[in-house]
């Protein structure tokens, strides 16, 4: 059964500063690696996308990176903003019978981005 | 463009009246849908997917149904609701079939419900 993990739960961080989020997975056979961004009382809006076949994506100051072989992957933000305080969510899309593939979650990073 | 739609944004029940929230797709045909529960201090947990009108499938026991009346149409509901169906329920959408997708799920803002 895939588990995904992301620690530590919450983080606080001075603005301007590079931070790294991490999010780690148990079962390496995964379709892709998906992170997301969850404002307060909000869905989800999708950030990145890593295929399996793939090692990193980029867009704008964040980039993902996918280790298949260890079960890690990282979301790094560059000169974080107080805007970018939000809940960061990973999910491992994974093989699933008649659904053809689903999306485990881990709980989330909580980010606060202090002015 | 595509986009969803979820409705209601915040829903208060009695404990033991029913459910019904909508979930509603729009600019794209024959997508994969799901509805998953938030629930405090616990991940999100995926509760139905359908890949078709009428193909409805749960991943977990529970107190709830899925119906898809419509292609871009998926509805939530129970007859009757327990304090612990309390919890921020959001519909997605996906595209790819046959295994993996380079597409991401596309989720709604989520129903906040409330059983008192």
């Known amino acids: 059964k895939q588990e995904v993990t992301q620690i530590p739960a919450a983080l606080s961080v001075p603005e301007g500063e590079n931070l790294v989020l991490n999010c780690s997975f148990t079962?390496?056979?995964?379709?892709?690696l998906q992170w997301f961004r969850q404002d307060p009382g909000k869905g989800l809006t999708s950030l990145l996308l890593?295929?399996?076949?793939?090692r990193e994506q980029t867009s704008g100051r964040l980039n993902a990176s996918l280790d298949k072989s260890s079960g890690r992957s990282t979301l790094y933000i560059a000169a974080s903003q107080p805007g970018d305080s939000a809940t960061y969510l990973c999910?491992?899309?994974?093989?699933?019978?008649?659904?053809?593939?689903?999306?485990?979650f881990g709980k989330g990073i909580t980010l606060s981005v202090r002015p | 463009s595509q986009t969803i739609h979820q409705w209601p944004a915040t829903l208060v029940q009695p404990v033991g009246s029913p459910l019904s929230l909508e979930c509603t797709v729009e600019?794209?045909?024959?997508?994969?849908l799901y509805w998953y529960r938030q629930a405090a201090g616990r991940g999100l947990q995926l509760l139905f997917y359908?890949?078709?009108?009428?193909?409805i499938s749960s991943e977990v026991p529970q107190n709830l149904s899925a119906s898809r009346p419509q292609d871009r149409q998926f509805i939530l509901s129970s007859k009757k609701l327990l304090l612990s169906d309390s919890g921020f329920y959001l519909c997605?959408?996906?595209?790819?079939?046959?295994?993996?997708?380079?597409?991401?799920?596309?989720f709604g803002d989520g129903t906040r419900l409330s059983i008192l």
């Open positions: 359908s890949v078709g009108i009428g193909q």
């Open positions: 890593i295929q399996s076949s793939q």
């Open positions: 600019g794209t045909s024959n997508p994969n």
């Open positions: 999910a491992a899309q994974i093989p699933h019978t008649g659904a053809n593939s689903k999306l485990t």
């Open positions: 997605a959408w996906d595209t790819g079939t046959g295994g993996g997708s380079n597409q991401p799920q596309h």
């Open positions: 079962d390496s056979a995964i379709y892709n």
